[in-house]
């Protein structure tokens, strides 16, 4: 189910060639030495500084100024794996739970047991990174099998940050929700993951069900969100590495968006 997002990425993609993102890419994803640049401006800088372009690139695909994209540019490809594997994907994913634990405080827990936070499952709760290591960082066109396949294994290692978050908000009093876009099918294999990384006392496992298939990812959670609210739960925060996690209706009262430059989830 994850991957039909990816399907949908293409999808749009494929609609809006020839308009102008698919030209952008190109333009802007070829190497320094490239004939192309030097015949489109010989004084812009991020046209010759791949470091300088891909901290540009990763600042407008965090802020969702970038939307749609579907792969990480080839001149970015070294960039984004120093980013995932060196210090700046745990630096960054710390500073988001500092804030995100910082706001918590502030909540007044009713003792109604209706407060709550709603957390996204890969790469907020659990990291896969494990398997884009081996799979380009995001630079490979997502194959559902492979990652499936993954999924399966119920191994992929905890967000060290987003753990301590979630264990924060148990301890102040929150309701956790998780809410994920993979399926049913994998709900098993979701639960003995999340217990394998040391993720405990969740209220509820959300997985998309045969009514949701199809659905946009946005508009999926944002129904679940709905949901929760309508049995009278108050969502105060939310936590999620995609815009799909946060966008929509019934959204928190805060929204908390971590890192992600290695894919995207329209
Ligand atoms: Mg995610």
Not at 45 to 68: H, M
Not at 183 to 198: D, I, M, W, Y
Request: net charge negative.
């Amino acid at each position: 189910m994850f991957s039909g997002h990816f399907v949908l990425v293409l999808l749009f993609s494929g609609l809006l060639s020839g308009v102008f993102s698919q030209s952008f890419i190109r333009i802007w994803s070829g190497n320094r030495n490239s004939e192309n640049l030097d015949l489109i401006s010989s004084d812009r800088k991020i046209l010759r500084d791949d470091n300088l372009y891909c901290e540009s690139w990763r600042f407008t695909v965090e802020t969702n100024d970038a939307g749609l994209w579907e792969e990480v540019p080839k001149r970015c490809v070294k960039f984004v794996q120093d980013y995932m594997t060196g210090n700046g994907y745990g630096s960054d994913s710390e500073l988001v739970s500092e804030d995100s634990s910082s706001f918590a405080a502030t909540v007044n827990i009713s003792g109604d047991g209706k407060d709550a936070w709603v957390f996204d499952i890969d790469e907020t709760l659990l990291s896969n990174l494990p398997y884009y290591k081996l799979h380009g960082f995001g630079s490979e066109l997502f194959n559902e099998t492979t990652f499936d396949e993954w999924v399966d294994l119920a191994k992929a290692p905890a967000l060290p940050e987003s753990l301590r978050l979630y264990k924060e908000l148990l301890r102040l009093g929150f309701k956790v929700f998780l809410l994920t876009g993979r399926g049913e099918a994998q709900r098993n294999v979701t639960e003995k993951n999340l217990l394998f990384s040391g993720y405990r006392n969740w209220e509820r496992l959300i997985l998309r069900g045969p009514s949701d298939v199809g659905k946009l990812a946005e508009v999926y959670k944002s129904e679940k969100r709905s949901d929760v609210e309508a049995e009278g739960y108050r969502i105060h925060g939310s936590s999620g590495d995609q815009w799909s996690d946060l966008l929509g209706f019934a959204l928190a009262k805060r929204s908390f968006k971590l890192p992600n430059p290695m894919y995207y989830i329209a």
